[in-house]
């Protein structure tokens, strides 16, 4: 639950819900739901290169529109993509996912994302929506293509089991609530709905810096060979041609996105063996090499002051000379829609929550590729110089092993641990590991 959503009470979804409805169609006299384009990027890329973008984003925005259609009426441009790329998403699960809420009498649903999504992450799937400022963290912009919960690699796409684990149990310790009711084939659409966005958005990132980069846009837009745009002619022009290679390229990421393997873990056989695990890692999570504590805190209890951010705020703040408490330089992004800068607290693991999930896998995943768009970075494993310069898979488990015993403290041994093999009935007693 987010930290102010005790101001709404009990029902304080049913209250957003009704907050998420004004706001998403106010100022829309036909109700109709639109796109809205990512001027805090923008913005972002003006200042970084001191070029600007209004002539690219314009057309940008055009050729958005043209690809992947609006809220109401979506497109999936398959005719430019390849292979697999055309089956990422379905068209007709879009068409479910998308536009205005309704069901029929065979209580088929449809406008799922504006149900059950808008709320938290917009129209546009920019994080921005009317319940955004009151949860923490932030809901996710989608835009960025960027994801934090995941079973690939740091820089890699979910797969869409990860997506679906998402949706069928949440994000704990964050305001993301499960949609376990919701049916499967719904949950589907979303997915599908999902992807759709984040494309979009990516497609839309990449455009506005290659105009500004490559393709001579400035106050106005270049020649018409070079202006980025899609037609039907069967000769392409440069422009165009930039937009389907570019459109390609964020798709295919989709596509190549798959699981890590993990190395298999090793089986402690008595107790003592584990206790033993465990007291490895509580070296390695103090020392030098991993230096866990450096964020998290002396055994996993929090409280460390960093004054660090995720990449969302790090965009339009520190990578372009700004320092977000500066609120004079920050307030033209708050004026494009950005929301106000929030320092990131590394998780307090000692009888916390872990938003990406406890099972074993997923710690190990998350120490070793770290967590995307946040200051938590991966490692290298290496079996040479392990626990010295860098650390091995055997590491990673004890590093695991005391994690685990951090957010369910693990019982000490006792003499007779082994014969029991069971440790149900000794007292816990994980703090002073």
């Known amino acids: 639950m987010a930290r102010k959503s005790s101001l709404f009470g009990r029902h304080w979804h049913r209250w957003l819900f009704a907050l998420g409805c004004v706001v998403v169609f106010a100022g829309c006299s036909d109700g109709t739901l639109e796109f809205t384009p990512n001027r805090v990027h923008a913005l972002a890329t003006e200042r970084s290169r001191d070029m600007p973008t209004q002539a690219a984003l314009d057309d940008v925005t055009v050729v958005l529109n043209k690809l992947f259609g609006t809220p109401e009426e979506p497109r999936w441009p398959a005719d430019l993509l390849e292979n697999e790329q055309q089956?990422?998403?379905?068209?007709?699960?879009?068409?479910?996912?998308?536009?205005?809420?309704?069901?029929?009498?065979?209580?088929?649903h449809r406008g799922l994302y504006t149900e059950h999504c808008v709320i938290c992450h917009g129209v546009s799937g920019s994080g921005t929506g009317p319940a955004s400022m009151y949860q923490w963290p932030y809901p996710r912009d989608f835009r960025a293509g960027v994801f934090k919960w995941k079973?690939?690699?740091?820089?890699?796409?979910?797969?869409?089991?990860?997506?679906?684990?998402?949706?069928?149990?949440?994000?704990?310790?964050?305001?993301?609530?499960?949609?376990?009711?919701?049916?499967?084939?719904?949950?589907?659409?979303?997915?599908?709905?999902?992807?759709?966005?984040?494309?979009?958005?990516?497609?839309?990132?990449?455009?506005?810096?290659?105009?500004?980069?490559?393709?001579?846009?400035?106050?106005?837009?270049?020649?018409?060979?070079?202006?980025?745009?899609i037609t039907d002619s069967e000769e392409k022009s440069e422009g165009e041609q930039a937009v389907i290679d570019t459109l390609r390229e964020v798709a295919g990421d989709w596509v190549a996105a798959s699981q890590t393997s993990v190395p298999p873990e090793p089986?402690?056989?008595?107790?003592?063996?584990?206790?033993?695990?465990?007291?490895?890692?509580?070296?390695?999570?103090?020392?030098?090499?991993?230096?866990?504590?450096?964020?998290?805190?002396?055994?996993?209890?929090?409280?460390?002051?960093?004054?660090?951010?995720?990449?969302?705020?790090?965009?339009?703040?520190?990578?372009?000379?700004?320092?977000?408490?500066?609120?004079?330089?920050?307030?033209?992004?708050?004026?494009?829609?950005?929301?106000?800068?929030?320092?990131?607290?590394?998780?307090?693991?000692?009888?916390?929550?872990?938003?990406?999930?406890?099972?074993?896998?997923?710690?190990?995943?998350?120490?070793?590729?770290?967590?995307?768009?946040?200051?938590m970075p991966g490692i290298e494993l290496s079996e040479q110089a392990a626990g010295t310069t860098g650390l091995s898979p055997a590491d990673v488990w004890d590093l695991v092993h005391y994690v685990q015993s951090l957010v369910r403290p693990t019982p000490k041994p006792t003499a007779h641990a082994e014969e029991e093999n069971s440790l149900a009935a000794i007292p816990e007693s994980g703090a002073t590991l």
């Open 87 to 108: 089956e990422l998403v379905s068209l007709e699960r879009l068409q479910q996912a998308s536009g205005s809420v309704e069901s029929d009498e065979e209580n088929v």
């Open 151 to 229: 079973s690939t690699e740091h820089d890699a796409k979910p797969t869409r089991e990860d997506l679906r684990a998402l949706l069928q149990h949440g994000i704990p310790g964050s305001p993301m609530p499960s949609f376990a009711t919701v049916s499967t084939d719904d949950r589907e659409s979303l997915i599908d709905y999902l992807v759709y966005l984040s494309v979009r958005g990516e497609l839309e990132r990449k455009l506005i810096a290659l105009a500004v980069d490559e393709m001579d846009y400035g106050d106005e837009a270049p020649e018409q060979d070079w202006r980025l745009s």
């Open 267 to 375: 089986i402690p056989g008595a107790a003592d063996e584990l206790h033993a695990s465990i007291a490895r890692g509580a070296a390695l999570f103090g020392g030098q090499v991993a230096n866990c504590a450096g964020c998290h805190g002396p055994q996993g209890q929090g409280g460390m002051v960093l004054n660090d951010f995720d990449d969302w705020t790090k965009e339009f703040t520190t990578r372009v000379g700004i320092t977000p408490t500066d609120s004079d330089a920050v307030k033209p992004f708050r004026k494009a829609g950005a929301l106000p800068p929030r320092t990131i607290e590394p998780r307090r693991l000692a009888g916390g929550v872990l938003r990406g999930g406890d099972d074993a896998e997923t710690i190990f995943r998350r120490i070793q590729h770290g967590i995307a768009g946040t200051p």
